[in-house]
């Protein structure tokens, strides 16, 4: 069986070795360049690849579609005058994705939701589906973010690590330090500043190198910021109000110590710093500053050599002038004396004392001051005053008690450091400064009898007997002189009898002041029912809690022995 198969086998054309050979030579021929065409294509697409691949590994991210060198851009520390860090770099992990490899981007925006679900899903879906080759999706991850992202496996998404601005502090020194944006630039506060004074052309030029950025020192005291803040926000919730703040000055050179305004922000979440009502009111809002003034009045009447300290007004009935009638708010109705005209806090008084003054020497005493010119400091956020376009007398005798005109309260404070130290106008500074340095810029503005007489009114208005307004801010131990200002707000165009801006403002020890305090409360509410909402009862004991929790730390140690001892003024 098996012989017959091998004979017909043999018998055929394939049985017979010519044609079988003729067969193989005619296959051959054809598959050879069909190899050889397929390991061309093949070998061709290697290549193309192994070239992409090669060109990625080769390409810096920064380049084209990438962020900018920029972004990575260090930053100088800051810190406070004992070295204490306001603000710091860290590093952070910032997510990007590169669509042109995102396989499915409705899949991959889903798993990035159940991390990130604040995710704007409209716009990063767009982001997914725009086919570039590099988009950023989120910027400053926290170490969780990262690595939840990392295990949801998305092919296309990568991270990048970046410099993220720190602040140990939060939102205690947020309105004096400021902020960067997502690039680490400075936007406002003290970063901005820094910025300005040429950290951002460094950046730029790539010379903003961490082994080459000293530390950038302020005047603040972290331990009084943080009492400052403490208060103020304490104070907030006392007495109902819309705004409080305070601010402490060192006398001698005009150094900022603290300053804080609430309601503020974190800057390490500031989402809401741009809302309205959080703006820092010490240095960017200007409000009727009320009987505060009339410590510049009084000083401006003593200063022109027409009134001294034994000069008296006649307060017993309204000052009247025009059509226009000035009167007290608790008035004594007689003759009172120039002490007695800031102490009782007389309007009448304080009206009489510019007449007697005069417009022109009015105006110019106030702008002498300082208080009518924009503030010139390092903090960018600084307003302008107001002032009527032309001064009438009305205007001169309702500026007189702090109406009619407004500034900022951090230019109020400055105002009074120059009533305190011997008469000398000085710039506030966020950085330190020696008393020498102070006074080669600072401005001879009332004379050293001026000074020492203000000095004396701000201890009568303080000393507990004598009927003044600073009683309630005393404080044991220390010598504290000071002035009340309660201020009716404008409410629909017309001054309210509910509705105030109250201030205090002083000095300690007021034998020799090292230190100007002013504080504010924004539209108070009375602390208990029945009681009123006067300064005196809200802006002074803030004043109050200020120093007697600061003072210490500042070097201003109490001293009981000096409670029943006189101040002594000459009244030449």
Not at 128 to 136: I, R, T, Y
Not at 202 to 221: E, H, M, R, T, V
Not at 470 to 490: F, H, M, Q, S
């Amino acid at each position: 069986m098996i012989g017959k198969w091998r004979k017909r086998f043999e018998g055929t054309a394939l049985g017979s070795g010519i044609v079988v050979d003729g067969e193989r030579k005619a296959f051959g021929s054809r598959a050879r360049p069909r190899l050889m065409m397929t390991m061309a294509v093949f070998l061709g697409l290697y290549a193309a690849l192994s070239g992409r691949m090669i060109h990625l590994a080769m390409t810096d991210p920064e380049v084209g579609a990438g962020p900018a060198s920029r972004v990575t851009a260090s930053r100088p520390d800051i810190i406070d005058r004992n070295g204490e860090v306001l603000a710091t770099d860290i590093k952070t992990a910032s997510l990007f994705a590169e669509p042109r490899r995102i396989v499915d981007a409705d899949e991959a925006i889903e798993k990035l939701a159940t991390i990130l679900p604040d995710i704007n899903y409209e716009q990063t879906y767009n982001k997914l589906k725009s086919g570039a080759g590099f988009v950023w999706l989120r910027r400053q991850l926290t170490p969780k973010q990262q690595s939840d992202i990392m295990n949801l496996g998305v092919p296309g998404f990568g991270f990048r690590t970046e410099k993220r601005r720190f602040y140990p502090g939060g939102s205690t020194a947020a309105h004096i330090v400021g902020l960067v944006n997502v690039d680490n630039q400075g936007i406002s506060g003290i970063e901005k500043y820094i910025d300005d004074q040429g950290l951002a052309d460094l950046q730029a030029s790539g010379l903003a190198q961490p082994k080459d950025l000293a530390p950038f020192q302020l005047s603040i005291d972290l331990r009084v910021q943080h009492i400052v803040h403490d208060e103020i926000t304490q104070a907030l919730t006392r007495y109902h109000a819309i705004a409080a703040g305070a601010v402490v000055l060192n006398a001698k050179t005009g150094e900022v110590v603290a300053m804080a305004s609430v309601p503020d922000f974190d800057p390490n979440n500031p989402f809401n710093a741009h809302e309205k009502d959080r703006l820092n009111r010490m240095s960017a809002g200007t409000y009727e500053m009320g009987s505060t003034i009339k410590s510049f009045t009084t000083a401006m009447a003593l200063d022109s050599g027409k009134m001294n300290l034994n000069s008296t007004v006649d307060a017993s009935k309204p000052f009247r002038f025009g059509n226009q009638t000035i009167r007290d708010f608790h008035g004594k109705n007689r003759v009172l004396t120039l002490p007695e005209v800031f102490i009782f806090s007389s309007n009448i008084g304080s009206g009489h004392e510019a007449d007697i003054v005069g417009l022109e020497g009015h105006r110019e005493f106030i702008h002498r001051m300082g208080l009518l010119d924009r503030m010139k400091t390092e903090l960018p956020e600084v307003a302008r005053p107001t002032e009527p376009k032309v001064w009438k007398k009305v205007h001169s005798m309702t500026i007189a008690f702090g109406h009619g005109m407004s500034t900022t309260p951090l230019q109020t404070a400055v105002g009074v450091v120059a009533l305190m130290n011997g008469g000398f106008l000085m710039n506030p500074t966020f950085l330190p400064r020696t008393r020498d340095a102070a006074l080669e810029s600072a401005t001879r503005v009332v004379s050293q009898q001026t000074s020492d007489e203000m000095r004396y009114l701000y201890k009568l208005n303080a000393t507990k007997g004598t009927g003044g307004s600073a009683t309630r801010a005393t404080v044991p131990g220390y010598r504290i002189g000071g002035k009340t200002g309660t201020a009716e707000k404008v409410v629909h165009g017309r001054y309210s009898k509910d509705v105030r801006f109250n201030a205090f403002v002083g000095a300690f020890p007021i034998d020799d002041p090292q230190y100007v305090v002013l504080s504010i409360v924004d539209e108070p509410k009375p602390e208990k029912p029945g009681q009123a909402a006067t300064a005196g009862l809200n802006a002074g004991p803030l004043f109050s809690n200020i120093i007697r929790r600061s003072a210490p730390l500042l070097g201003v140690q109490p001293d009981f022995r000096l409670e029943e001892k006189p101040l002594l003024v000459s009244s030449q």
